[in-house]
């Protein structure tokens, strides 16, 4: 008798763990690669738009995280259910209150996160903004007691570990910026600054600091410190004591706030940058301030934070950064550019594109040619020393005077001694390199996901 043969109808074998693992990685951090781009909502102004609309115009933004001066609860609550991290911060003058009566701590947090928490994002606290740097030697004192409260008052509202306490800093708390493995704090400041970045430790908490290469070039306005500080074509800047050659004065300034962490013994604790920017416009007496400028600093930023190569010292990773700022703040005193470093006008146009919105995120910023090609010098250029910014927060020049090699890679990109390899007869930059190695990643997903489907379903 014929026998009928039988077709199997067995599951195919599963996919290898491997390949399910590189998916889930690579899906992953595609997911999450934006959520280190954040940005500065201030209110010293008079026009701005309804929190509602600030809330829609940030989803339509690849901007993860916006960090406040205070705590409005208007905006707080418009931001509900957007996904979006919400930074609010008390402001210098609560911190006496805040050190010494802990019932006012917990009123506090009971006014301003608990009612929120956690359909409105809020992931951390920040306790005064720039006050070591403030000359107030009291405040400067109380700064770690209301940091404690604080926390304590969290940690009482079962709040402690979902959302973190801190505190900003600006540049000028360092002594030393330059080479960046020499960073050191002032002196003055480093026994309270031990107690709060043990702080910082003890709670997982970051370490906080406002970096701005715009006024590092105020300070030095040659064309070579302005191609190094908007991340363009440059000789780079050689730190003798790593042997790596800075690309970009972004990547410096945070690197010698990393060694000066180091210095006191801080290792792990994590850095912020709270702001960075620059200014589109300025007074006819003011160095920098441009269009071109601000669009080549702030796009070409985001592109370097969006390749999570990190920096130097800290490589692999993205450091959380806050661009400064969402609006134009037109009450704020000074020259024209304090008021002048916003991405957007109170109308929710753009002032310039960097890329941020999710329709244009995959393009590239423009890099204008601002500064002229560059020949490596024959002997390397005096640097001045590093200016004190008008404004607190305002960033410290971190430009190494140590020899500079004879090598010129793309722009944004640090090498470790001679190591500089890129071809520039290519025509390669600096973006295409990042957006191709963006694209083949997620090529590689897409590959990856096709051959799970596959062995599931066929």
């Not at 014929?2 to 998916?23: E, V």
């Not at 905006?75 to 919400?86: D, F, H, S, Y």
């Amino acid at each position: 008798m014929m026998q009928t043969r039988r077709t199997s109808l067995s599951s195919p074998p599963p996919p290898p763990p491997l390949l399910l693992l590189l998916a889930f990685f690579l899906f992953s951090e595609t997911a999450y690669s934006q959520s280190f781009v954040g940005v500065n909502y201030g209110q010293v102004a008079d026009n701005l738009p309804p929190p509602a609309a600030t809330a829609k115009l940030l989803q339509s933004t690849s901007i993860q995280k916006v960090r406040m001066y205070g705590a409005d609860q208007g905006i707080i609550q418009a931001l509900a259910n957007t996904g979006i991290g919400i930074v609010i911060g008390t402001t210098n003058g609560d911190i006496p209150a805040l050190a010494n009566d802990p019932g006012f701590a917990r009123s506090w947090v009971g006014a301003n996160v608990v009612p929120f928490y956690p359909a409105s994002k809020i992931v951390l606290v920040t306790v005064g903004n720039e006050v070591m740097t403030s000359g107030d030697g009291n405040l400067m004192g109380l700064l770690l007691p209301a940091m404690q409260n604080v926390q304590d008052a969290l940690d009482g509202a079962s709040l402690g570990g979902k959302v973190k306490v801190s505190t900003v800093h600006s540049m000028a708390v360092l002594q030393t910026s330059e080479p960046p493995s020499s960073g050191h704090f002032d002196p003055s400041l480093v026994d309270l600054l031990k107690g709060q970045v043990g702080f910082n430790d003890r709670t997982g908490s970051p370490f906080m600091i406002n970096p701005y290469p715009y006024f590092a070039y105020r300070s030095d306005p040659r064309a070579d410190t302005l191609a190094f500080c908007l991340f363009q074509p440059n000789a780079g800047r050689f730190d003798p004591n790593t042997k790596i050659n800075y690309m970009n004065m972004f990547d410096a300034q945070v690197d010698a706030v990393r060694s000066a962490l180091n210095s006191i013994g801080f290792n792990n604790v994590e850095i912020v940058v709270a702001e960075t920017g620059w200014p589109y416009k300025g007074d006819d007496n003011e160095v920098g301030p441009s269009i071109e400028n601000a669009k080549a600093y702030n796009g070409n930023l985001v592109t370097h934070l969006r390749s999570t190569v990190g920096t130097p010292l800290m490589p692999g990773k993205s450091v959380d950064t806050y661009l400064f700022a969402l609006y134009d703040e037109d009450l704020k005193p000074g020259p024209s550019s304090e008021r002048s470093f916003g991405l957007f006008k109170p109308d929710l146009s753009m002032n310039y594109d960097i890329g941020l919105t999710k329709i244009s995120e995959g393009s590239p910023p423009v890099n204008p040619p601002v500064a002229p090609p560059m020949k490596p010098p024959v002997s390397p250029p005096k640097m001045p020393p590093a200016a004190q910014p008008p404004n607190p927060g305002n960033g410290t020049l971190s430009v190494p005077d140590a020899g500079i090699p004879n090598t010129q890679p793309a722009p944004g990109r640090s090498c470790i001694g001679n190591d500089c390899n890129l071809s520039k007869s290519a025509g390669i930059s600096y973006n295409d390199l990042i957006e191709l190695s963006v694209l083949i990643r997620e090529a590689i997903l897409l590959v990856l996901v096709a051959c799970c489907l596959r062995n599931c379903f066929w």
